[in-house]
T-cell receptor
Framework: GQNIDQPTEMTATEGAIVQINCTYQ??????LFWYQQHAGEAPTFLSY??LDGLEEKGRFSSFLSRSKGYSYLLLKELQMKDSASYLC??????????WGAGTKLIIKP | DAMVIQNPRYQVTQFGKPVTLSCSQT?????MYWYQQKSSQAPKLLFH???????NEADTPDNFQSRRPNTSFCFLDIRSPGLGDAAMYLC?????????????FGPGTRLTVL
């Protein structure tokens, strides 16, 4: 089967750094996406990785290791508005997007 | 601004009473998707259209139907909603490129079944 694993919930402090991990087992790989989803809202696109390494976009960075089937999303200088769920999704060899259940990130003052 | 629009944002229906959710896009994307998402779960793909080509996921119940009359609009029809169909319904679009085919989501319609 195909699956995406990410922690259910994480807690961090405002101003700190947090790393959200994602491991995947899919039939083939054509890229990995991270989406942010605030409660009751739709997912919004954060990042896309298809090559190994780190992609940086402001306070958010995403890392990929294809050989390990592993990615992480790094959030720096956390703000209260970063409280949301973060979903990892992998595009498999059939160009189907396989979704993780999301990691709920709670930011405390 | 180019966007994906869903109407209504909140829909209440009665058990067994048909309901239609709508999605429109100004992105001129080839592909449109309908997802069902329940609380704290991953979005579940129901179907997608590549242009006019309809693709049904194998485990999508027959109770769910879809129409795409033109490039801009797509509808989700739930013929006989059950209590288990209460969820957020998300419409998404993508260009349909094989590489970097990012999906962009509308705001969703939250369906309540009484």
């Amino acid at each position: 089967g195909q699956n995406i694993d990410q922690p259910t919930e994480m807690t961090a402090t405002e101003g700190a750094i947090v790393q959200i991990n994602c491991t995947y087992q899919t039939s083939g790989f054509n890229g990995l996406f991270w989406y942010q989803q605030h409660a009751g809202e739709a997912p919004t696109f954060l990042s896309y990785n298809v090559l190994d390494g780190l992609e940086e976009k402001g306070r958010f960075s995403s890392f990929l290791s294809r050989s390990k089937g592993y990615s992480y999303l790094l959030l720096k200088e956390l703000q209260m508005k970063d409280s949301a769920s973060y979903l990892c999704a992998v595009l498999n060899s059939n160009y189907q997007l396989i979704w993780g259940a999301g990691t709920k990130l709670i930011i405390k003052p | 601004d180019a966007m994906v629009i869903q109407n209504p944002r909140y829909q209440v229906t009665q058990f067994g009473k048909p309901v239609t959710l709508s999605c429109s896009q100004t992105l001129n994307h080839n592909v449109m998707y309908w997802y069902q998402q329940k609380s704290s779960q991953a979005p579940k793909l129901l179907f997608h259209y590549y242009d006019k080509d309809f693709n049904n996921e194998a485990d999508t119940p027959d109770n769910f139907q879809s129409r795409r009359p033109n490039t801009s609009f797509c509808f989700l029809d739930i013929r006989s909603p059950g209590l288990g169909d209460a969820a957020m319904y998300l419409c998404a679009t993508s260009r349909g490129d094989r590489d970097t085919d990012t999906q962009y989501f509308g705001p969703g319609t939250r369906l309540t079944v009484l």
